[in-house]
C-alpha cells in the first residue's frame, strides 16, 4: 500500500496543479472578455472606418485560447449524442453555404467566423470541464462591475477619456458623430463604459441585471446548495455571494439607465418579470403533484418571493430616481417630450434606411447572401458602381453623407449574409433546439430554465433593434453566452448546477 500511494502522489499533485491553473485562466478569460484591447488593422469604407473588416486581435484570446489548450489536460465530458451532431451539421452546412456565396469582404467574413469560434470553443469547453454555472455567472457579473463605475464617471464628467490600454477610445458631446441625447440646446453625452457604444453597454448591463438578480432570488437553488454542503461538512458561501451580487443591481441599472439603450430598457422591462415571477403553469404542477404525495418546490413559495420584491423595488426606485433627475432627457428618448428632438427623427430614419438597405442587399444576394459581415461592401457596391478597379472602399451612397450602417435587426442580417439557403439552415437549427427545450421543459431544472428563458428573450428582443448581437465582438459574446446558458440546461442536471 505505501507503494501504490507513492506512485500516485506525483501524479495526484499533477492533476491538482493543472486544475489549479485552469481554474484561474477560465475566471481571468471571463473577466477579460468585455474588453474592448486589441491589436488592429484599419479598414475603410466609403471614407467612413469600417469596424467589421478590421483585422483584429483582442487581449482576451490570449488567456481564452490558454484555457482551450489547458482543457485536454482536465477531465471532461461530452454533449449529448443528438447535440453533437446537429452542431457539427450546423456550422459543416453554414460554412459551405459561406464558401459557395465567395464573401463579398474576406477580411469581414473571416474575423466573424474566427470571433464566433473561438466563444464557442471556450465555452463548449467550460461545459466539457464540468465548471459550475453559478461560479461562471458570479465572475460575469462581476466582469461588468468596471464597466459600470466607467459609466458613472463618464455621465459625472460629461467627456470619455481614451484609454488604449482598456480599448476605449476619446468621446466629447461637443463633437458629431458622438452618441448624445439631445435636449433643447443640451448635448448629453450618453455613457459608453468600456464598450465601442452606449447601446451595447445597455445590452451588457441588462444581462448583468438578470444575472445577479437570478442568483439572489433563487432560494431554492441556495437552499438545496446549503444542504448538499451540510452533508459533504463544507461550509456555504451562497448567501455571502447572493448578497454581494445584490448589491451590483443598482449600479447596473444606474448604468442601463446613463446608457439611454431604448432596445435594452424594453428588453430589461420584458424579461426581468421571466427571473421573478414563478410561472403559473409550476404552481398548478406544484399542487397537482402535492395532492398525489408528489415532493413539490417552491409551491408553497407564492408568485412571487418577498426577496424577489426587494430586488424588484430595488431596481424600479433605482431607475425611477434617476429618470426623474434627468426627466428632460428620459422624456425625449421614450417619446414623451412635446416636439421630437432632432437627433431622435434622424436615428428613427437611420434606422428605417438601414433595414431598407438590407432587404436590397438580400434582392441582389437572394440564394447565398454575402457572407457574414460583408452586407456593407456589397451594399456600397450596389448604391454606386464603381469605375476603377471595382474598389469598393470609394463608394459613397447617393445624396448621404452618413456612414453605411448595417440593418438594425439581426434577422434581416442573416438572410442578407446567408441567404435564402443558409438562411434555412440557421431556421433548422433553432427549430432542433426548440424541440429539445419543449422535450426539456418539464424534466429540467425550473430555475434555470426561468434564466434561460430570460435571457433568450431579451436577445430576441434586442436583436430587433440592434445589429451588434451579430455583428461586432462584445455583441457576438453576449449571443454565444446566451446560447451557452440554454445549452447548459439542456445539458446538465441540478446536482452539476449546485455544485459551486
Do not use: C
Not at 9 to 16: A, E, G, I, L, V
Not at 105 to 127: E, H, K, P, V, Y
Not at 197 to 225: C, E, R
Not at 392 to 406: A, M, W
Request: proline share 5%.
Amino acid at each position: 500500500m505505501t507503494s501504490i500511494s507513492s506512485h500516485n502522489k506525483p501524479q495526484d499533485t499533477r492533476f491538482k496543479i493543472q486544475d489549479t491553473i485552469f481554474g484561474f485562466i477560465w475566471r481571468l478569460t471571463i473577466l477579460l472578455l468585455p474588453l474592448q484591447t486589441r491589436w488592429f488593422s484599419n479598414s475603410t469604407l466609403a471614407g467612413w472606418p469600417f469596424e467589421q473588416g478590421r483585422l483584429s486581435f483582442y487581449i482576451s484570446w490570449i488567456p481564452l485560447i490558454i484555457t482551450i489548450i489547458l482543457s485536454f489536460f482536465v477531465p471532461k465530458t461530452n454533449l449529448s449524442k443528438k447535440l453533437r451532431i446537429n452542431l457539427f451539421w450546423f456550422v459543416v452546412l453554414l460554412g459551405a453555404i459561406n464558401i459557395v456565396s465567395t464573401p463579398v469582404d474576406i477580411r469581414a467574413s473571416g474575423m466573424w467566423w474566427i470571433q464566433i469560434f473561438l466563444l464557442t470553443a471556450f465555452f463548449i469547453t467550460l461545459l466539457r470541464a464540468n465548471i459550475s454555472l453559478k461560479s461562471i455567472l458570479s465572475w460575469f457579473v462581476i466582469s461588468l462591475i468596471p464597466h459600470a463605475i466607467l459609466a458613472f464617471v463618464q455621465v459625472s464628467l460629461q467627456y470619455v477619456h481614451g484609454w488604449s490600454w482598456i480599448g476605449v477610445a476619446t468621446q466629447d458631446p461637443k463633437n458629431l458623430g458622438v452618441s448624445v441625447v439631445e435636449a433643447g440646446d443640451l448635448r448629453f453625452l450618453r455613457a459608453y463604459g468600456g464598450f465601442p457604444h452606449p447601446n451595447i453597454l445597455g445590452g451588457f448591463m441588462t444581462f448583468g441585471i438578470l444575472i445577479a438578480t437570478w442568483i439572489s432570488t433563487n432560494v431554492p437553488f441556495d437552499q438545496l446548495k446549503n444542504k448538499i454542503d451540510a452533508r459533504g461538512s463544507t461550509p456555504t458561501q451562497g448567501g455571502g455571494r447572493g448578497i454581494f451580487l445584490i448589491t451590483t443591481i443598482p449600479l447596473f441599472a444606474m448604468a442601463l439607465f446613463y446608457s439611454f439603450s431604448r432596445s435594452a430598457w424594453i428588453a430589461l422591462a420584458v424579461s426581468l418579470s421571466l427571473v421573478l415571477v414563478k410561472l403559473p403553469f409550476d404552481q398548478i404542477k406544484n399542487k397537482i403533484d402535492a395532492r398525489w404525495g408528489t415532493p413539490t418546490h417552491g409551491g408553497g413559495r407564492g408568485i412571487i418571493s418577498l426577496r424577489s420584491l426587494g430586488v424588484l423595488f430595488f431596481i424600479i426606485a433605482t431607475f425611477s430616481f434617476f429618470a426623474y433627475l434627468n426627466w428632460e432627457l428620459f422624456s425625449t428618448r421614450v417619446g414623451l417630450a412635446p416636439e421630437p428632438a432632432r437627433l431622435e427623427i434622424q436615428s428613427t430614419s437611420a434606422r428605417s434606411d438601414s433595414l431598407t438597405d438590407g432587404i436590397k442587399v438580400f434582392q441582389a444576394y437572394p440564394i447565398f447572401g454575402t457572407g457574414p459581415n460583408s452586407e456593407l461592401p456589397a451594399l456600397s457596391a450596389i448604391e454606386r458602381p464603381l469605375v476603377k478597379g471595382g474598389d469598393l472602399t470609394q463608394g459613397v451612397k447617393s445624396g448621404d453623407f452618413r456612414p453605411l450602417e448595417p440593418p438594425h435587426n439581426v434577422f434581416v442580417l442573416i438572410l442578407a449574409n446567408f441567404g435564402t439557403a443558409g438562411a434555412l439552415i440557421i431556421f433548422g437549427f433553432l427549430l432542433f433546439l426548440l424541440r429539445q427545450i419543449l422535450i426539456h421543459w418539464r424534466s429540467g431544472d425550473s430555475n434555470l430554465r426561468s434564466l434561460s428563458v430570460a435571457l433568450l428573450f431579451s436577445w430576441l428582443i434586442i436583436s430587433l433593434f440592434d445589429h451588434y448581437l451579430y455583428t461586432l465582438w462584445s455583441g457576438q459574446l453576449l449571443t454565444i453566452f446566451t446560447a451557452f446558458i440554454i445549452i447548459f440546461w439542456l445539458n446538465k442536471n441540478k446536482a452539476d448546477i449546485l455544485d459551486a
